[in-house]
T-cell receptor, first 114, second 109 residues
Framework: ETGVTQTPRHLVMGMTNKKSLKCEQH?????MYWYKQSAKKPLELMFV???????ENNSVPSRFSPECPNSSHLFLHLHTLQPEDSALYLC?????????????FGNGTRLTVT | GIQVEQSPPDLILQEGANSTLRCNFS?????LQWFHQNPWGQLINLFY?????KQNGRLSATTVATERYSLLYISSSQTTDSGVYFC???WGGGNKLTFGTGTQLKVEL
């Protein structure tokens, strides 16, 4: 699928760095999501945006800061991360967040915190 | 929140074999989805199937909402079917999906 694109594909950062993950969807969807996938754990929902408004913050530490400037773009700003934050970060979109539309994922960004 | 259990956790098949993956959920759902995660990490949406049966090529899925389970059938498996299969159901309203722990499938020649 090329409907949801994420950059970069891989990222290595130190604990004092600041970096951003980018997601763009070309599907005309109204809702966008950030998920975290750690080794041997189920996918964890981090944030949900619907029509550029944040509708869910799933108890995520403040060192992760999302931004949704428009319905096609979603960012995840990272600062002072910990090694346990190393994971695959997946962006997704759906037509709406009303629970009746399929979720489409990007390729993910594999993050390593050193 | 909703609990989602998948079985089996691991499965090895010879190419050409058929298999059935199961997803049990603890509460009624109106939005059950199946995904395939390939070895490179990409998640592909296979089915959005709140109830009934759908087919897509060699794959089909059936959800029996009243009994709180869904099945994914893979027929004539190919090596490209390898990866992890997840089912997911919503909690708390909207599209906040709870994912199961997945079935790791390996298809061998």
């Amino acid at each position: 699928e090329t409907g949801v694109t994420q950059t970069p594909r891989h990222l290595v950062m130190g604990m004092t760095n600041k970096k951003s993950l980018k997601c763009e969807q070309h599907l005309g969807h109204n809702a966008m999501y950030w998920y975290k996938q750690s080794a041997k754990k189920p996918l964890e929902l981090m944030f949900v945006y619907s029509l550029e408004e944040r509708v869910e913050n799933n108890s995520v530490p403040s060192r992760f800061s999302p931004e949704c400037p428009n319905s096609s773009h979603l960012f995840l700003h990272l600062h002072t991360l910990q090694p346990e934050d190393s994971a695959l970060y997946l962006c997704a979109s759906s037509q709406d967040s009303a629970g009746d539309s399929p979720l489409h994922f990007g390729n993910g960004t594999r993050l390593t915190v050193t | 929140g909703i609990q989602v259990e998948q079985s089996p956790p691991d499965l090895i098949l010879q190419e050409g074999a058929n298999s059935t993956l199961r997803c049990n959920f603890s509460d009624s759902v109106n939005n059950l989805q199946w995904f395939h995660q390939n070895p490179w990490g990409q998640l592909i949406n296979l089915f959005y199937i709140p109830s009934g049966t759908k087919q897509n090529g060699r794959l089909s899925a059936t959800t029996v909402a009243t009994e709180r389970y869904s099945l994914l059938y893979i027929s004539s498996s190919q090596t490209t079917d390898s990866g992890v299969y997840f089912c997911a159901g919503p909690w708390g309203g909207g599209n906040k999906l709870t994912f199961g722990t997945g079935t790791q499938l390996k298809v061998e020649l």
